[in-house]
């Protein structure tokens, strides 16, 4: 299958200050990313579609103030938690695909821990 | 509504102990269903993709079949390194969008 790399796999940060985590696909173009969070015992929610060189869409109830995501290019997308609250704490997954209605291929994951 | 539902939320087995998991939709339009795997603490990993009614894919002991309201992950025989999360999707023309199950939590037991 596909291998998408997402970076940091783990991170700590200070309430107040921002973060960002990487998603790369590694041997394929992406042209659409999709970003998701995930809270224990869970599935994954949703949080935002984006395309390249487009605005993410984001779903209802995600501020997109808060979370910055950009997709640069057909291999990379970013996601930045601005101004991390401890409530933000949670596992960040991002995935990839290419075409349609292929399926999507998954990130290793992000743990996020906002002190 | 658009819906995923997978059933049962835990299942336990023995080593060997043949079983299936159910995941019904209720979308319009299905363009694709996706079984992943997911393990603890780790990002979900790809299995198969059915696409019509009828379809049926395998993978080591790993079965996934798709009707027109649901799909089946039949397991043979598993094995303790089965014990995961195994995650429902599916791709839809009516919210052009993918949305996941709960999931099925599995636990093989030797």
């Known amino acids: 299958g596909a291998v998408v790399s997402q970076h940091p796999s783990r991170v700590i940060c200070k309430s107040g200050t921002s973060v960002k985590i990487e998603c790369r696909s590694l041997?394929?173009?992406?042209?659409?990313m999709f970003w998701y969070r995930q809270f224990p015992k869970q599935s994954l929610m949703l949080m935002a579609t984006s395309n390249e060189g487009s605005k993410a869409t984001y779903e209802q109830g995600v501020e997109k103030d808060k979370f910055l995501i950009n997709h640069a290019s057909l291999t990379l997308s970013t996601l930045t938690v601005t101004s991390a609250h401890p409530e933000d704490s949670s596992f960040y997954i991002c995935s990839a695909k290419s075409g349609r209605v292929s399926e999507a291929f998954f990130g290793q994951g992000t743990r996020l821990t906002v002190v | 509504e658009d819906q995923v539902t997978q059933s049962p939320e835990a299942l336990r087995l023995q080593e060997g102990e043949s079983s299936s998991l159910n995941c019904s939709y209720t979308v319009s339009g299905l363009r694709g269903l996706f079984w992943y795997r997911q393990d603890p603490g780790k990002g979900p990993e790809f299995l198969f993709t059915l696409y019509s009614a009828g379809e049926e894919k395998e993978k080591e002991r790993l079965k996934a079949t798709l009707t027109k309201k649901e799909s089946f992950l039949h397991i043979t025989a598993p094995k303790p390194e089965d014990s995961a999360t195994y995650l429902c999707?599916?791709?839809?023309?009516?919210?052009?969008?993918?949305?996941f199950g709960a999931g099925t939590r599995l636990f093989v037991k030797a």
């Open positions: 041997d394929f173009q992406a042209t659409t």
């Open positions: 999707a599916v791709f839809y023309t009516g919210g052009f969008k993918t949305i």
